[in-house]
Protein backbone atom coordinates (compact mmCIF):
# COMPACT_ATOMS: atom_id res chain seq x y z
CA UNK A 1 0.00 0.00 0.00
CA UNK A 2 1.84 3.17 -1.21
CA UNK A 3 0.64 5.70 1.17
CA UNK A 4 2.79 8.65 -0.57
CA UNK A 5 2.42 8.80 -4.45
CA UNK A 6 4.58 10.71 -7.55
CA UNK A 7 2.75 9.48 -10.04
CA UNK A 8 5.30 11.34 -12.51
CA UNK A 9 8.95 9.41 -13.01
CA UNK A 10 10.01 11.91 -14.64
CA UNK A 11 9.61 15.47 -15.77
CA UNK A 12 11.64 17.71 -18.84
CA UNK A 13 11.14 21.39 -18.45
CA UNK A 14 13.16 24.55 -20.46
CA UNK A 15 15.35 26.78 -18.35
CA UNK A 16 13.03 29.65 -17.09
CA UNK A 17 10.38 28.06 -17.21
CA UNK A 18 8.41 26.85 -14.20
CA UNK A 19 8.69 23.14 -12.69
CA UNK A 20 5.94 21.93 -11.10
CA UNK A 21 5.59 17.99 -9.01
CA UNK A 22 3.42 16.32 -7.70
CA UNK A 23 2.55 14.15 -4.87
CA UNK A 24 -0.49 12.49 -3.74
CA UNK A 25 -1.03 10.55 -0.42
CA UNK A 26 -3.99 8.42 0.93
CA UNK A 27 -3.38 8.61 5.24
CA UNK A 28 -5.45 11.33 6.21
CA UNK A 29 -3.31 11.26 9.83
CA UNK A 30 -0.19 12.96 7.72
CA UNK A 31 0.32 16.27 9.00
CA UNK A 32 3.75 17.51 8.11
CA UNK A 33 5.33 16.92 4.29
CA UNK A 34 8.61 17.56 3.56
CA UNK A 35 10.20 17.75 -0.41
CA UNK A 36 13.78 16.32 -0.55
CA UNK A 37 16.45 16.89 -3.46
CA UNK A 38 18.85 14.14 -5.04
CA UNK A 39 21.97 14.24 -7.25
CA UNK A 40 23.33 11.23 -8.64
CA UNK A 41 26.11 9.67 -6.32
CA UNK A 42 24.63 11.91 -3.28
CA UNK A 43 22.62 11.36 -0.59
CA UNK A 44 19.15 13.47 -0.21
CA UNK A 45 19.22 16.87 0.84
CA UNK A 46 16.06 18.84 2.52
CA UNK A 47 14.50 21.25 0.29
CA UNK A 48 11.35 22.77 1.76
CA UNK A 49 8.73 21.59 4.02
CA UNK A 50 4.91 22.36 4.97
CA UNK A 51 2.57 21.92 7.89
CA UNK A 52 -0.95 21.01 7.88
CA UNK A 53 -2.20 24.01 9.45
CA UNK A 54 -0.65 26.11 6.35
CA UNK A 55 -1.84 25.38 2.58
CA UNK A 56 1.52 27.80 1.20
CA UNK A 57 5.29 27.59 2.06
CA UNK A 58 7.50 29.67 0.22
CA UNK A 59 11.17 29.81 -0.05
CA UNK A 60 12.95 31.20 -2.74
CA UNK A 61 12.20 29.90 -5.79
CA UNK A 62 10.37 27.28 -4.21
CA UNK A 63 6.91 27.41 -3.09
CA UNK A 64 5.27 24.26 -1.96
CA UNK A 65 1.32 23.85 -1.91
CA UNK A 66 -0.68 21.78 0.41
CA UNK A 67 -4.66 21.04 -0.74
CA UNK A 68 -5.75 19.08 2.43
CA UNK A 69 -9.02 17.95 0.81
CA UNK A 70 -7.45 16.48 -2.11
CA UNK A 71 -4.69 14.99 0.02
CA UNK A 72 -2.52 16.88 -2.64
CA UNK A 73 1.06 18.78 -2.69
CA UNK A 74 2.60 20.48 -5.17
CA UNK A 75 6.77 21.67 -5.60
CA UNK A 76 7.05 25.08 -7.72
CA UNK A 77 10.20 25.67 -8.91
CA UNK A 78 10.31 29.61 -10.59
CA UNK A 79 12.35 30.22 -12.58
CA UNK A 80 13.60 26.92 -13.41
CA UNK A 81 17.42 26.63 -13.72
CA UNK A 82 19.67 23.87 -14.69
CA UNK A 83 21.22 22.94 -11.29
CA UNK A 84 17.58 22.10 -10.24
CA UNK A 85 17.48 18.66 -12.56
CA UNK A 86 17.80 16.01 -10.00
CA UNK A 87 15.32 13.75 -8.38
CA UNK A 88 12.66 14.88 -6.12
CA UNK A 89 11.10 13.18 -3.23
CA UNK A 90 8.26 13.84 -1.32
CA UNK A 91 7.97 12.47 2.04
CA UNK A 92 4.68 13.06 4.61
CA UNK A 93 4.71 12.09 8.63
CA UNK A 94 2.78 12.02 11.40
CA UNK A 95 3.01 14.28 13.99
CA UNK A 96 5.21 12.70 16.85
CA UNK A 97 5.81 8.96 14.72
CA UNK A 98 9.66 10.37 14.31
CA UNK A 99 9.01 8.37 10.94
CA UNK A 100 8.86 9.66 7.18
CA UNK A 101 7.20 8.13 4.25
CA UNK A 102 8.76 8.32 0.88
CA UNK A 103 7.11 8.89 -2.70
CA UNK A 104 8.71 7.19 -5.50
CA UNK A 105 10.45 10.32 -6.65
CA UNK A 106 10.41 12.79 -9.90
CA UNK A 107 13.23 13.01 -12.08
CA UNK A 108 12.78 16.77 -13.06
CA UNK A 109 15.10 17.79 -16.33
CA UNK A 110 15.84 21.09 -17.30
CA UNK A 111 16.81 21.74 -20.74
CA UNK A 112 19.00 24.83 -21.42
CA UNK B 1 25.71 19.56 6.50
CA UNK B 2 24.45 17.13 9.32
CA UNK B 3 27.62 15.61 10.21
CA UNK B 4 26.87 12.12 9.13
CA UNK B 5 29.17 9.70 7.71
CA UNK B 6 28.92 6.19 5.86
CA UNK B 7 31.06 3.83 5.28
CA UNK B 8 32.50 2.23 2.77
CA UNK B 9 30.94 3.88 0.20
CA UNK B 10 30.94 0.99 -1.93
CA UNK B 11 31.13 -2.01 -1.78
CA UNK B 12 31.20 -5.16 -3.84
CA UNK B 13 30.05 -8.57 -2.17
CA UNK B 14 29.03 -12.19 -2.86
CA UNK B 15 25.53 -13.98 -1.93
CA UNK B 16 25.68 -15.78 1.04
CA UNK B 17 28.67 -13.50 3.13
CA UNK B 18 27.52 -11.06 5.79
CA UNK B 19 28.18 -7.33 5.14
CA UNK B 20 27.95 -4.41 7.82
CA UNK B 21 27.65 -0.61 7.18
CA UNK B 22 28.22 1.96 9.02
CA UNK B 23 26.60 5.18 9.93
CA UNK B 24 28.65 7.36 12.07
CA UNK B 25 26.90 11.23 13.69
CA UNK B 26 28.71 14.07 15.31
CA UNK B 27 25.86 15.58 17.07
CA UNK B 28 24.08 13.60 18.96
CA UNK B 29 21.13 13.31 17.74
CA UNK B 30 18.98 10.34 19.23
CA UNK B 31 17.20 9.53 16.57
CA UNK B 32 18.76 7.30 13.21
CA UNK B 33 17.49 5.53 10.35
CA UNK B 34 19.02 3.51 7.55
CA UNK B 35 16.82 2.80 4.19
CA UNK B 36 17.10 1.88 0.70
CA UNK B 37 16.73 3.34 -2.36
CA UNK B 38 15.75 1.46 -5.63
CA UNK B 39 14.11 2.52 -9.23
CA UNK B 40 10.56 3.31 -8.79
CA UNK B 41 10.48 2.45 -4.73
CA UNK B 42 11.92 5.48 -3.67
CA UNK B 43 13.52 6.02 0.18
CA UNK B 44 11.74 2.93 1.65
CA UNK B 45 12.50 2.58 5.92
CA UNK B 46 15.06 -0.44 7.06
CA UNK B 47 15.12 0.00 10.40
CA UNK B 48 15.58 2.91 12.98
CA UNK B 49 17.02 3.85 16.14
CA UNK B 50 15.31 5.34 18.89
CA UNK B 51 18.17 5.55 21.74
CA UNK B 52 21.38 3.65 22.50
CA UNK B 53 20.35 -0.07 22.15
CA UNK B 54 16.90 0.96 20.88
CA UNK B 55 15.94 0.05 17.69
CA UNK B 56 12.69 -0.87 16.00
CA UNK B 57 11.76 -2.34 12.27
CA UNK B 58 10.52 -0.78 9.38
CA UNK B 59 8.45 -1.64 5.98
CA UNK B 60 11.77 -3.74 4.58
CA UNK B 61 13.85 -4.90 7.27
CA UNK B 62 13.43 -9.01 6.53
CA UNK B 63 17.31 -9.86 6.27
CA UNK B 64 18.61 -7.18 7.64
CA UNK B 65 19.45 -6.31 11.56
CA UNK B 66 20.93 -3.39 13.11
CA UNK B 67 22.79 -2.26 16.31
CA UNK B 68 23.70 0.80 18.10
CA UNK B 69 26.01 0.56 21.13
CA UNK B 70 26.62 4.21 21.10
CA UNK B 71 25.24 7.31 20.20
CA UNK B 72 27.17 8.19 17.46
CA UNK B 73 26.99 4.88 15.19
CA UNK B 74 24.39 2.62 13.55
CA UNK B 75 25.25 -0.22 11.99
CA UNK B 76 23.46 -2.29 10.12
CA UNK B 77 24.46 -6.08 8.70
CA UNK B 78 23.29 -7.85 5.80
CA UNK B 79 23.44 -11.67 8.19
CA UNK B 80 23.73 -13.78 4.65
CA UNK B 81 23.64 -11.04 1.56
CA UNK B 82 21.44 -11.75 -1.35
CA UNK B 83 21.42 -10.45 -5.33
CA UNK B 84 17.65 -8.47 -3.92
CA UNK B 85 19.81 -6.69 -1.46
CA UNK B 86 21.57 -4.87 -4.69
CA UNK B 87 20.92 -1.25 -3.42
CA UNK B 88 22.00 2.31 -2.56
CA UNK B 89 22.07 2.40 1.60
CA UNK B 90 21.29 5.58 3.15
CA UNK B 91 21.42 6.46 6.75
CA UNK B 92 19.64 9.40 8.34
CA UNK B 93 18.91 11.34 11.43
CA UNK B 94 16.21 13.16 12.74
CA UNK B 95 16.03 17.02 13.57
CA UNK B 96 12.98 18.15 15.50
CA UNK B 97 11.65 22.18 15.22
CA UNK B 98 8.74 23.50 16.42
CA UNK B 99 7.85 21.71 19.56
CA UNK B 100 9.48 18.57 19.24
CA UNK B 101 6.46 17.21 16.73
CA UNK B 102 8.07 18.12 13.31
CA UNK B 103 10.99 16.27 12.56
CA UNK B 104 13.43 17.14 9.34
CA UNK B 105 15.77 14.25 8.27
CA UNK B 106 19.52 14.69 7.03
CA UNK B 107 21.11 12.21 5.13
CA UNK B 108 24.06 10.49 4.73
CA UNK B 109 25.99 10.55 1.23
CA UNK B 110 24.98 6.60 0.43
CA UNK B 111 26.85 3.13 0.56
CA UNK B 112 26.44 1.82 -3.08
CA UNK B 113 26.04 -2.43 -2.32
CA UNK B 114 26.45 -4.82 -4.96
CA UNK B 115 26.19 -7.95 -4.48
CA UNK B 116 26.66 -11.03 -6.48
Known amino acids: DQQVKQNSPSLSVQEGRISILNCDYT??????FLWYKKYPAEGPTFLIS?????DKNEDGRFTVFLNKSAKHLSLHIVPSQPGDSAVYFC???????????FGQGTRLTINP | DAGITQSPRHKVTETGTPVTLRCHQT?????MYWYRQDPGHGLRLIHY???????DKGEVSDGYSVSRSKTEDFLLTLESATSSQTSVYFC???????????????FGPGTRLLVL
Open chain 2, 92 to 106: AISVSWTSGWQETQY
Open chain 1, 27 to 32: NSMFDY
Open chain 1, 50 to 54: ISSIK
Open chain 1, 91 to 101: AASVAGAQKLV
Open chain 2, 27 to 31: ENHRY
Open chain 2, 49 to 55: SYGVKDT
